[in-house]
């Protein structure tokens, strides 16, 4: 199997999972862990032109799972997020993660906040080694093993 095909197919199996766990994914913590996934993802390789921060915007809001949460709020949460990084991604990286490690004490929601990363990561059929890097991060942030996901 081609690597893009591999890509989309483990993309389209977290989000077949994370639609199953959406009653148990409710929590402010998620919510903030998962807005802090996809503004890490999205910054990952330092940079975010204005049609990826666009795309990634697209995909929160239309990603079921986070429907649980109005998308106003999920917007104004991703863009703080991602300007954080932008202003100076170290710094950032460190306020960032600690956004993620909020999820840490539910293991559902924290492997949730993983996938999550993966699905927007392979979203343009591309994960490439810097969305890979900073999702294996955020594993250990969470306290999950990266090879769970394949990272």
């Known amino acids: 199997?081609?690597?893009?095909?591999?890509?989309?197919?483990?993309?389209?199996?977290?989000?077949?999972?994370?639609?199953?766990?959406?009653?148990?994914?409710?929590?402010?913590?998620?919510?903030?862990?998962?807005?802090?996934?996809?503004?890490l993802v999205a910054a990952a390789d330092g940079t975010v032109d204005p049609s990826e921060r666009q795309r990634v915007a697209q995909l929160i809001a239309g990603n079921e799972v986070l429907q649980n949460f109005p998308a106003d709020d999920l917007r104004r949460r991703f863009?703080?997020?991602?300007?954080?990084?932008?202003?100076?991604?170290?710094?950032?990286?460190?306020?960032?993660m600690q956004e993620i490690a909020k999820a840490r004490k539910k293991p559902a929601e924290a492997r949730a906040v993983i996938q999550i990363g993966i699905v927007i990561g392979g979203a343009d059929g591309d994960f490439d080694k810097d969305e890979q890097a900073v999702v294996r991060e955020a594993c250990y942030a969470l306290d999950l093993p990266p090879h769970e996901f394949d990272l």
């Not at 929590?27 to 807005?35: C, E, I, L, P, V």
């Open 79 to 96: 863009e703080e997020n991602l300007n954080r990084l932008t202003t100076d991604f170290d710094f950032g990286k460190v306020s960032v």
């Open 1 to 39: 199997m081609a690597l893009w095909d591999r890509i989309k197919e483990s993309a389209s199996t977290m989000q077949t999972q994370l639609v199953a766990k959406k009653n148990d994914l409710k929590s402010g913590a998620f919510r903030d862990a998962s807005m802090a996934m996809c503004a």
